[in-house]
């Protein structure tokens, strides 16, 4: 990377990619002439907060972006992964977004800390099982062999399988017919995610209680 007198006012603002932000981090350790530059746009860059009158938001603002973050339209920007998951429109995908927010949705799943919602699929995965599966932090849904393909959209939370790899918001994963394999959710939010699959799950430890 060449001297980074053109990113750094966004260095200083904060608004550099993540990616970008840590190759101008690194530059910045070895970059004498950089760190200089950098110490000379400060004071300029922290006045302009100082032109800027503070506006208090409306009372209402905080409420709305609560529900946002927490509230079922939270999974709406997710609705068109889900609906071409499932193979339904859109606007159904929505609805069953929005449908998790009822307790009466839900059914126990095969373990403690594991909860299962069941969805219809449309005619392209006719004859397929799909649901919503939710997992408390640290819930592990029990090893099982996949007789047939299956598909997964993690929406929120996160899960780590057996073999450690693990799995994200807006992450897809695919399983093969015959994989084994168990999951665990990671600690934080519930991991809440879509799944279809094209056959049956065969149990391997529910005799155990495990």
């Given at each position: 990377m060449e001297h980074l007198d053109d990113i750094l006012p966004e260095w200083l603002l904060g608004t550099l990619e993540p990616a970008r932000r840590d190759?101008?981090?690194?530059?910045?350790?070895?970059?004498?002439?950089?760190?200089?530059?950098?110490?000379?746009?400060?004071?300029?860059?922290?006045a302009?907060?100082?032109?800027?009158?503070?506006?208090?938001?409306?009372?209402?603002?905080?409420?709305?972006?609560?529900?946002?973050?927490?509230?079922?339209?939270?999974f709406a920007r997710?609705?068109?992964?889900?609906?071409?998951?499932?193979?339904?429109?859109?606007?159904?995908?929505?609805?069953?977004?929005?449908?998790?927010?009822?307790?009466s949705s839900w059914m126990p799943g095969p373990v403690e800390g594991v909860e299962l919602m069941p969805v219809e699929t449309g005619p392209a995965r006719e004859g397929m099982m799909a649901a919503i599966v939710r997992l408390q932090?640290?819930?592990?849904?029990?090893r099982h062999t996949h007789l047939g393909?299956?598909?997964?959209?993690v929406l929120e939370g996160g899960f780590r399988e057996d073999s450690g790899h693990e799995v994200w918001p807006g992450d897809e994963l695919e399983k093969a017919d015959g994989s084994l394999h168990d999951f665990t959710a990671l600690q934080g939010p519930a991991c809440i995610c879509?799944?279809?699959?094209?056959?049956?799950?065969?149990?391997?430890?529910l005799a155990d209680g495990a």
């Amino acid at each position: 990377m060449e001297h980074l007198d053109d990113i750094l006012p966004e260095w200083l603002l904060g608004t550099l990619e993540p990616a970008r932000r840590d190759a101008a981090a690194r530059h910045l350790d070895g970059c004498a002439h950089c760190r200089a530059e950098l110490t000379r746009l400060t004071p300029a860059v922290d006045a302009l907060g100082a032109l800027v009158e503070p506006v208090a938001p409306p009372a209402e603002s905080l409420q709305r972006l609560m529900e946002q973050m927490e509230g079922p339209g939270r999974f709406a920007r997710q609705a068109g992964k889900v609906a071409a998951l499932l193979d339904v429109a859109e606007a159904r995908a929505r609805e069953l977004l929005e449908s998790m927010s009822d307790p009466s949705s839900w059914m126990p799943g095969p373990v403690e800390g594991v909860e299962l919602m069941p969805v219809e699929t449309g005619p392209a995965r006719e004859g397929m099982m799909a649901a919503i599966v939710r997992l408390q932090p640290g819930a592990r849904y029990p090893r099982h062999t996949h007789l047939g393909r299956e598909w997964n959209l993690v929406l929120e939370g996160g899960f780590r399988e057996d073999s450690g790899h693990e799995v994200w918001p807006g992450d897809e994963l695919e399983k093969a017919d015959g994989s084994l394999h168990d999951f665990t959710a990671l600690q934080g939010p519930a991991c809440i995610c879509v799944s279809v699959l094209d056959g049956v799950t065969s149990f391997e430890d529910l005799a155990d209680g495990a």
